[in-house]
């Protein structure tokens, strides 16, 4: 029962993870942590069914129809380590979607199984509920269940040791003296720590059952070891209870460049405040006016006549957090970032007119020279701001230069 019990905490904290953070699912990272928890959840559910019910019809719609999502635990967990510490905008690049071979591997491996009758399916609940080691008889393409599960935990330590080398990396390379940084150093190795002891567990207790010509699945030494997994699913489950500001929100890693000298960028995060607090931290003036003035800085290029010119753009080539952005333009120039950058875009077709432009060019082309990509979008956009057309604009523009 403490299992199932667990296994519905693990889903609740997905829960409270999306919940708090609804603001900032702009950040990959929240989003990974949250189906990380989620597949923990789904994964110890399916565990309490296949150790405890009699029901058939529910052991066959738990039995091995989410194994290839549980293959996809390391992949989950090394992406989540990775978005935390590059503060990474992009949920998932082309070249991440490499991670998802685990998960296509142990689908096409299932297939036989998962793509066959239910009945079938109820068939086989039954042998193995009146002998488990019937669980062998399960069909797989090119895989047994016991090698696939070998295979499983392999990958996953293998990811996780990977997520160690990459947090270490992040540790060298970042300014790590600052209080959250600290705090987010402290819970990912915890985290990692848990997880190679979860993974590490199950894959001794699954090769001891094979090596060790165990007649029975559940022998008294596997047991151990599945217990011990168990053991660490818990320890996780309380242990982000104890770092509230992985639950509540808070700025990622890198939140300014190792070169810049700039002291208390962001507030410190009080752990003993209110879950209230946690959701949304604010940025001090110091790194307000730094956002402001590399900004200034930023578009004295005009990168805003580039059409794709948008927030993930800016943080790219900034290396401004993109959740850092969202604050500055909403606490510090109290204006959305599209309104920003209309008005960029605005001043600068202005200037084009100024200069006459519109004597060799039409007002189409100074649209699209202006980042627009429509004359439609730039006709309007232009009229709210100037309260004139671009046409109107141009013949004041003469009026005044011949009065």
Known sequence: M???????????????IIFYNASNLTLPANVFLSIFFLLLGIYGIAQYILEFSSNPFIFAIFFNHFTPLYACFGPVLYLYVKKIINDDPAFLRKKELIHLLPFTIALIDLSPYLFSSFQSKIEIAKLIADNPINYKMVPHLFLSDINATILRQTVHIVYTGSS???????????????????????WLLMLLFIMTVFFLSILIGTLLEKFASFTHPNSEVETYFV????????????????????????????VIEPKQDIENTVSDTNLNASKKEYKAFTLDD?????????????????PYVNDKFGLSMVTGETKIPIHHLHIYFKEYLK?????????????????????????????????????????????TVFKSHTGMTPTEYASSIKKDSKS
Request: hydrophobic share 45%; charged share 15%.
């Open 2 to 16: 403490v299992l199932l019990v667990v296994s519905i905490m693990s889903i609740f904290v997905a829960i409270l």
């Open 335 to 379: 204006v959305n970032f599209n309104a920003w950058k209309n008005e960029h875009k605005i001043n600068y077709s202005k200037e084009l007119i100024d200069k006459n432009m519109l004597s060799s060019m039409t007002t189409e082309a100074i649209a699209v020279n202006s980042g627009f990509k429509s004359y439609s979008n730039y006709f």
């Open 164 to 186: 160690f080398i990459y947090l270490f990396n992040g540790v060298y390379n970042n300014v790590t003296t600052k209080s959250h940084n600290k705090l987010i150093v402290r």
């Open 227 to 254: 217990y011990v997994s168990w053991l660490f699913r818990y320890a996780l489950i309380i242990v982000i209870f104890f770092f509230p500001s992985i639950l509540y929100g808070m700025p990622n890693y890198k």
């Open 286 to 302: 110091t790194y307000l006016e730094y956002i402001d003035q590399s900004l200034r800085d930023y578009m004295t290029n005009c």
